[in-house]
């Protein structure tokens, strides 16, 4: 099958073309390199089944391809905020120009949707009925209206055009080849219990995210892209864990000497998040197999060869 990654060069996206690859199928990696990197994919750079194609999703473009995994955007609060109105662009015109192209080659379309279209949730854990509790002007809405309006945009191609969609919400995912610059939590509170500098903890750590390994998700994926529902569908690890309890895992893991810092709360930051998966489990016999300490040792095992070979 020839499969498109758009955002292929980012942390899920290069993961995915790992397993794609492994597969036999023939990928098209399209991406514009904004928080993507050519070293996540440099080991299939000479694979004749293998191609990547620098290019911003926001402009049109023509390829004939059977399935489309839509992930270009980029992920972290801090890459998103940086060009708010890029990020928009990215998620409305770059999501209508790749189910433009779906519609034109019938090809099957995976959107990577987030938890964040749920905001700052007042119904816990989130099932996918749940419609949200979403600020419209705040410095996340760039990024949750967005992809409010990519899933949208993606049910009315189906509706309208018979385009073949899977929507996909992502819950907070870490693991291997995330940047050291990306400004997530597990990355920051990895990097900097390495680096022996303080753990920047955002308010006084009590709101809560649940972390899911990328391999787990990764499978969540394919599942839902390879299985008959159109979504949403929720993929995410539904372990609980405060933010200062994150901090004080990783301290224990890496450094115990290592000291926390606290600093305020960025605006909009959501309180609590957990997803309800009896939808992934039920209908894609999908769950999370790795758990936060096994998944955080890999992790970590990562970003310390990274930092010796002068790459982070
Ligand atoms: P990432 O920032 O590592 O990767 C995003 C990729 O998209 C990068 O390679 C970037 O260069 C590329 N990109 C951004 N804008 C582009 C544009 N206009 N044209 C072409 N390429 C562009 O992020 P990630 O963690 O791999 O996330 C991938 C997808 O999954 C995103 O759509 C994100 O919203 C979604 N998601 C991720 C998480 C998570 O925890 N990682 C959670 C929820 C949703
Ligand atoms: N598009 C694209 N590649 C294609 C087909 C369409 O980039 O192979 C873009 C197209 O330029 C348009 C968007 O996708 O901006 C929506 O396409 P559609 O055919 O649905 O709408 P129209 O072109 O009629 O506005
Ligand atoms: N956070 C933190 N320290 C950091 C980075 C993030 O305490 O160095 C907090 C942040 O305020 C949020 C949580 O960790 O409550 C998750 O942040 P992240 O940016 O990873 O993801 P998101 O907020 O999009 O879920």
Redesign the pocket.
């Known amino acids: 099958m020839r499969v498109l990654v ?8 290069s993961h995915l073309i790992d397993r794609l690859m492994k597969q036999g199928n023939d990928v098209i990696c ?8 050519k070293r996540n994919i440099s080991h299939w750079m000479d694979n004749p089944y293998f191609e990547l194609i620098r ?4 402009e049109p473009i023509r390829l004939e391809v059977d399935q489309i995994y ?7 609060p801090v ?1 998103y905020q940086y060009n708010p109105v ?1 990020t928009i ?2 998620n409305v015109l ?1 999501t209508l120009n790749m189910l433009g192209l779906a519609k034109r080659v019938k090809a099957r379309f995976l959107l ?5 279209v749920y905001g700052d949730p007042d119904v816990h854990p989130q099932p996918e009925e749940y419609r949200g509790n979403v600020n419209t002007i705040g410095i996340r809405s760039c ?1 949750d209206e967005g ?1 409010r309006v990519a899933e949208t945009l993606a049910f009315d191609y189906h509706r309208q055009n018979n385009v073949d969609i899977r929507v996909m919400r ?5 693991g291997p080849r995330m ?1 050291e610059n ?1 400004g ?1 939590v597990v990355s920051n509170f990895i990097v900097q219990a390495l680096k022996g500098i303080p753990l920047t903890v955002y308010g006084d750590g009590s709101q809560t995210r649940s972390f899911c390994y990328v391999a787990d998700l990764i499978e969540g994926m394919m599942r839902l892209m390879n299985g008959e529902h159109t979504g949403p569908i929720n993929i995410g690890n539904p372990g609980e864990y405060t933010i200062l309890q994150l901090a004080e895992t990783i301290q224990k893991m890496v450094n115990p000497d290592s000291e926390l810092t606290f600093k305020p709360l960025p605006q909009d930051d959501p309180l609590q998040r957990q997803p309800d998966i009896t939808k992934a489990k039920n209908l894609l016999g999908w769950e999370p197999k790795i758990d936060l300490e096994e998944g955080l040792k890999m992790t970590i095992e990562d970003f310390r060869s990274r930092i010796e070979r002068g790459e982070a």
């Not at 758009?6 to 996206?13: H, M, N, P």
């Not at 399209?30 to 990197?37: A, E, K, V, Y």
């Not at 992502?170 to 870490?174: G, L, M």
């Open positions: 758009t955002g292929g060069a980012g942390f899920l996206g399209l991406d514009n390199f904004f928080t993507g990197h290019h911003d999703i926001t839509h992930l270009a955007c980029p992920a972290s890459h890029k662009k990215t770059g990577a949707s987030t938890s964040e990024y992809k992502i819950f907070n995912t870490y940047f990306d997530r």
